[in-house]
């Protein structure tokens, strides 16, 4: 079944059209990679899936479901963005609770879901510290975390690892394909880098100018002229 299914969806800021007739779609369990330069739009896709942004047309169903009516909050959908970093003032475990009690999850059920959060990226130990007090991966790592924790039913990761030096950003990849499959979790991962997008996803979307002119498998895309 698709968890996700995006119906020609169009985003305008006045009269720029930044997505122009997208449609997606993402079976359960598979990461796909959103593929483009910057300012294709794919931030843009990415927001109206999570519901920061309404489209001007289309329609974006998720678990078969249209959500167009549906808050960010109301939508259970995992978030790293580039623009949505750990929240500085919390802990390590306080950031990676805030979905759970955001979401109503029982609080007896919380630190437990935590623990398990925290050593599924490699963080247990680290729960009172401050995010100033971790390195950029450490950071990446919990936000990872806090995007995972309530289960989502989708996950959507805008250019997770481009803060990072090279070296970090090859182990950090390596390690992010593993902890998404080990979840089970279906992912979009925007990236303009195309061996990154190649590297995580099952499936790679190419957009250019707001409208997708690609799609494949990683070896297909890679083959193309
Ligand atoms: P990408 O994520 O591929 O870099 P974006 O989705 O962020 O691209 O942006 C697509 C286009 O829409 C860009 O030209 C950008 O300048 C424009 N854009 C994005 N957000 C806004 C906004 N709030 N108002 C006006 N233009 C915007
Ligand atoms: P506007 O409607 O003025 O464009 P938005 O409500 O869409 O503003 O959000 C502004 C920015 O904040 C967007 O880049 C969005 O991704 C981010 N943002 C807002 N709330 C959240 C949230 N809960 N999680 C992740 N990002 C968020």
Redesign the pocket.
């Known amino acids: 079944m698709n968890v996700l299914e995006l119906k020609d969806v169009t985003k305008k800021y006045g009269e720029f059209v930044a997505v122009e007739g997208v449609c997606l779609e993402i079976e359960e369990g598979k990461i796909l990679s959103l593929l483009g330069p910057s300012g294709c739009g794919k931030?843009t896709t990415?927001?109206m899936i999570?519901g920061?942004?309404t489209p001007n047309s289309g329609t974006v169903a998720i678990a078969g479901e249209n959500v167009d009516h549906l808050k960010?909050?109301e939508r259970n959908v995992g978030?790293l963005?580039q623009?949505?970093a750990l929240f500085p003032h919390m802990t390590v475990e306080q950031n990676v609770a805030y979905g759970l009690r955001y979401r109503g999850t029982p609080k007896p059920m919380i630190p437990s879901r935590v623990q398990q959060m925290l050593s599924l990226v490699r963080m247990l130990g680290m729960e009172a510290r401050y995010p100033s007090q971790l390195s950029g991966g450490q950071q990446q790592r919990v936000a990872l975390a806090r995007a995972l924790a309530t289960d989502p039913q989708i996950v959507l990761l805008?250019e997770p690892l481009s803060a990072l030096d090279a070296k970090l950003r090859l182990e950090l990849r390596i390690e992010l394909k593993e902890i998404l499959r080990s979840v089970g979790a279906t992912t979009i991962v925007v990236t303009h880098d195309q061996e990154e997008a190649l590297s995580l996803g099952d499936e790679v979307v190419v957009m250019h100018a707001g409208k997708v002119i690609q799609r494949g498998s990683p070896i297909e895309i890679y083959k193309a002229p």
């Open positions: 931030s990415l927001r999570a920061f942004t960010p909050y978030l963005f623009d949505y805008d």
